[in-house]
């Protein structure tokens, strides 16, 4: 059952964020078996407003498996120190009962 990881973030340091933490995660995804369905700035709220002007992220996942491997391994832990040191997020998961 595919599984996504949806990301909003308040991201502090643009620049550094995608030199620190965005080239270098986008690598790792692909390594670990995820993919990108978007990646965008600017997201507008139609209801709440808890996210808006946030940047998204959406990943697909063959499975929660490949996604906690990810999320958990020892080469993704100083690429999220990075990101916390220069965001603040929200992560989601969810799997696809289909």
């Given at each position: 059952?595919?599984?996504?990881?949806?990301?909003?973030?308040?991201?502090?340091?643009?620049?550094?964020?995608?030199?620190?933490?965005?080239?270098?995660?986008?690598?790792?995804?692909?390594?670990?078996?995820?993919?990108?369905?978007?990646?965008?700035?600017?997201?507008?709220?139609?209801?709440?407003?808890?996210?808006?002007g946030?940047?998204?992220?959406?990943?697909?996942?063959?499975?929660?498996?490949?996604?906690?491997?990810?999320?958990?391994?020892?080469?993704?832990?100083?690429?999220?120190?990075?990101?916390?040191?220069?965001?603040?997020?929200?992560i989601?998961?969810?799997?696809?009962?289909?």
């Amino acid at each position: 059952m595919a599984a996504y990881m949806i990301v909003f973030a308040k991201i502090h340091d643009r620049d550094r964020f995608i030199k620190e933490y965005g080239m270098p995660t986008a690598q790792l995804i692909g390594q670990f078996g995820g993919e990108y369905v978007v990646r965008a700035p600017g997201v507008t709220t139609l209801e709440g407003g808890l996210f808006d002007g946030t940047s998204a992220v959406i990943s697909k996942w063959p499975d929660r498996a490949a996604l906690d491997a990810f999320y958990t391994s020892p080469e993704y832990a100083p690429l999220k120190a990075a990101r916390e040191a220069i965001s603040e997020v929200n992560i989601m998961v969810v799997e696809d009962p289909s």
